[in-house]
């Protein structure tokens, strides 16, 4: 079973960028069909930020996202990354990376659809 470690969150001041990393053990990255970043902030719901295909550079943002994040792999590195640009206070929550056996069409931002998940790491963003 793979085991997601993701890394790079910070505290740091509105329109800063912070990069976001998830690697693999136990499997690579590339064993699961579709990749993505979900955040949880104090009181809230587990929600989607980004996603991408394993196999390809298809990506998929959440509408509060887009234009500001970037998610990316690196197979060969087994590597996942999410470039955060223009950070607002809104983003402080905590990062998770994912991975998924389904599709990212069928997976979708269902936390239910899936499969394994990283520790989490802080994003704190102040005024």
């Known amino acids: 079973r793979v085991q997601l470690v993701d890394s790079g969150g910070g505290s740091v001041q509105a329109g800063d960028s912070l990069t976001l990393s998830c690697t693999a053990s136990?499997?690579?990255?590339?064993?699961?069909?579709?990749m993505g970043w979900f955040r949880q902030a104090p009181g809230k719901e587990r929600e989607g930020v980004a996603r991408?295909?394993?196999?390809?550079?298809?990506?998929y943002y959440a509408d509060s996202v887009k234009g500001r994040f970037a998610i990316s792999q690196d197979l060969s590195r087994n590597i996942m990354t999410l470039q955060m640009n223009g950070l607002k206070p809104d983003d402080t929550a905590m990062y998770y990376c994912?991975?998924?056996?389904?599709?990212?069409?069928?997976?979708?931002?269902?936390?239910?659809?899936?499969?394994?998940w990283g520790q989490g790491t802080q994003v704190t963003v102040s005024s």
């Open positions: 136990g499997d690579t990255l590339g064993s699961s069909n579709c």
């Open positions: 994912a991975t998924s056996t389904r599709g990212c069409t069928y997976a979708g931002f269902v936390t239910g659809n899936w499969n394994n």
């Open positions: 991408i295909l394993t196999a390809g550079t298809t990506t």
